[in-house]
Structure formats: C-alpha cells, structure tokens
C-alpha cells in the first residue's frame, strides 16, 4: 500500500473513533456547561464554535453538532439535552 493509501486508511480509522466518542464527548460537555458554578469556563465545540459560562451565564456562540461536518457522525439531541437549561441566563449568538 502506498503512503498516501495508508494515510488516508489512518484520517478513516481516526474519522470513526471520532464519531464513536462523539456523543459521550457531547453529553460531558453540554452537562457542564448546564452545570451550577461561579467559575468562568469555556469549550470549543469546534474550529470557531464554543459555549461559555460567565458570572452564571451561558453563552452558545455559533453552536453546532459534529454531524454539521462529518455526515457519518450519530447525530446529537441538542434540543433535548438544552432544555434543562430552563431558567438559567442563555444567550445565543449566531453569524
């Protein structure tokens, strides 16, 4: 097999682990950015997507879901998973 065969046997293989941890990943971090907590945090949801929680309030600039970019990624229950953030402060910032 040529290295450009093996290479994109390895992008494959990491493609599928990826996709595979997704919704583990997904769950961790929506729960603790949902979570109660004076800190300040943020997560990158991808390359220029992130959730930040500041003086207790929440913060979605430009959210979106793996399968957005990869279509073999198990698709996410965002609506479901956000709904607990009932009365919480949320902003959502979109472009």
């Known amino acids: 097999m040529d290295r450009f065969a093996e290479r994109q046997t ?14 583990a990943v997904f ?14 945090r ?6 220029a997507n992130y959730l930040f929680r500041t003086n207790n309030i929440r913060w979605a600039i430009d959210p979106l ?3 957005w970019r990869m ?8 609506a479901r998973k956000l709904m607990v953030v009932k009365n919480k402060a949320v902003i959502l910032l979109e472009y």
């Open 71 to 78: 279509n073999d990624a198990p698709k996410a229950d965002v």
């Open 10 to 23: 390895r992008i494959g293989q990491r493609r599928a682990e990826v996709s595979a941890s997704y919704p």
């Open 65 to 67: 879901t793996l399968n």
């Open 42 to 47: 943020a997560w990158l949801m991808y390359s």
């Open 27 to 40: 769950s961790r971090m929506i729960a603790e950015w949902i979570a109660a907590g004076s800190d300040d």
